[in-house]
Every structure is written in structure tokens, then in C-alpha cells.
């Protein structure tokens, strides 16, 4: 896992009192030890008290998960069993997920916390195409990992602010706060570990190799 960078300077924002908690939203299919490592760098950069992992039920911006919402939910649950600090949230949306609908979810549930997004900056440069997502930008915090090569002075200007040479952090056109995860990288990938491109015993923790064994998943067993 590569180091994540800087950590934030959080002496001077965020909400009195309240916790700092990532929110993590995706398929999972599987949850592999990139999504793992990703919200570790995530934690220590920003401090944060608690991960929420939110499994989709149906994504609508994504072709259907080959696993089941269940069998992915239990996945997530498995691999967070050594971390105390991270927890697996159950979607209560039944229809297509959205990121909107996630965090106001989350906001219900915790309305002293200050939030943040974990999201890849491929699908943060994408995020117009997102529902709402002009309200989204106003209700959380972001911190992003790089995909791809990305300039982010290149990012849509309806996302952030015009940004200084040498910043990691920036702002969205709302005011909140971005953070780009520059020196951090995985290689894998779920859509290579489902279809046998990559190695499932070295690419997911111990448990959920063995959960996908047990269900026959991804045509193992």
C-alpha cells in the first residue's frame, strides 16, 4: 500500500464536537484489499473517527453485480471484522442507488458529524452526470484516489474552485472540502478478480476468499 500524503489540517474546521466519518459507497463485487487500503489512507489523512461501507443494491451507473446484495453485503462484513472502526451499513433504498440518497441517509443518522466521501477521481470528474449532484457537492467533504493520470486543474469547472500550484486540497464550487490522495495507488480490481484475471487469495482477506469458495462465486468452488 502506498502512503497516502500530508495528513489534513483540521484545527480549524469542522463540526464542534462531532465525528468525522467516511462515507464509502459501492458494488463491492468483491470488496477487494484496494477498497481496504483506500479507506485506511483515507482514515489517516483526514482523521477520521469511523468508515461507513455502503454496498449498492442496484447501481445505476454501472452494468448489475454478478454477486447478490446479500452476498456482497456479508463480503463487506467479513472484511471489516479487524477493523472496529469501520462498519457495513444496510442501504434501505430498494430501487437504483444513489450517492445523494446515501449521504442524506447518512446525514439523518449522524447530523452532528462532518462527512466525507470516498470516491475514486475518475468518478469525481464524472460527477455531473451524477442525480443531484450540485446538492451532493454541498453536503459532504471529499477525498479522492487516483484512478488514471489526472490533472486536477483539468476538473469540470462547475465541480471546484480554481486551485494554487503544488495544493493536494481544494475546494468544491459549494465550499467543501476536497483532498486528493496523490501518492496513493492499488493495482487491483474488482472486475479482474471476477473474471479470473487476478489473483482472489491475494487480492480479498482470508475470510472473504473463503465466503467466495463456500457460495461459488465468480465460478470458484
Not at 8 to 19: A, C, K, R, Y
Not at 62 to 88: C, F, I, N, S, T
Not at 107 to 119: D, G, M, V
Request: aromatic letters at 10%; a negative charge; charged letters at 25%.
Amino acid at each position: 500500500m502506498s502512503r497516502s500524503g500530508p495528513e489534513l489540517d483540521m484545527s480549524s474546521e469542522g463540526q464542534p464536537g462531532g465525528e468525522r466519518i467516511g462515507i464509502f459507497g459501492g458494488t463491492f463485487d468483491p470488496i477487494h484489499q484496494g477498497h481496504l487500503d483506500f479507506a485506511l489512507a483515507a482514515q489517516r489523512a483526514c482523521r477520521l473517527q469511523r468508515v461507513l461501507f455502503i454496498p449498492s443494491r442496484h447501481p445505476w451507473h454501472k452494468d448489475q453485480p454478478l454477486a447478490g446484495y446479500a452476498d456482497r453485503l456479508a463480503m463487506v462484513r467479513l472484511a471489516l471484522e479487524d477493523h472496529p472502526q469501520w462498519e457495513a451499513l444496510e442501504s434501505p433504498e430498494r430501487g437504483p442507488t444513489y450517492s445523494v440518497d446515501e449521504v442524506a441517509w447518512v446525514q439523518s443518522l449522524y447530523p452532528e458529524a462532518e462527512l466525507w466521501f470516498l470516491l475514486g477521481a475518475d468518478a469525481f470528474r464524472d460527477l455531473p452526470r451524477w442525480k443531484d449532484y450540485q446538492r451532493l457537492l454541498g453536503m459532504c467533504n471529499f477525498v479522492l484516489a487516483p484512478r488514471e493520470r489526472l490533472d486536477l486543474k483539468q476538473l469540470p469547472s462547475g465541480l471546484v474552485q480554481p486551485i494554487a500550484d503544488g495544493k493536494e486540497e481544494l475546494r468544491t464550487v459549494a465550499g467543501t472540502r476536497v483532498l486528493f490522495l496523490g501518492n496513493f495507488h492499488s493495482p487491483l480490481s474488482s472486475t479482474n478478480l471476477r473474471h479470473g484475471t487476478g489473483n482472489v487469495q491475494t487480492g480479498v482477506p482470508a475470510l472473504v476468499e473463503e465466503y467466495i469458495r463456500q457460495q461459488r462465486l465468480y465460478g470458484r468452488g
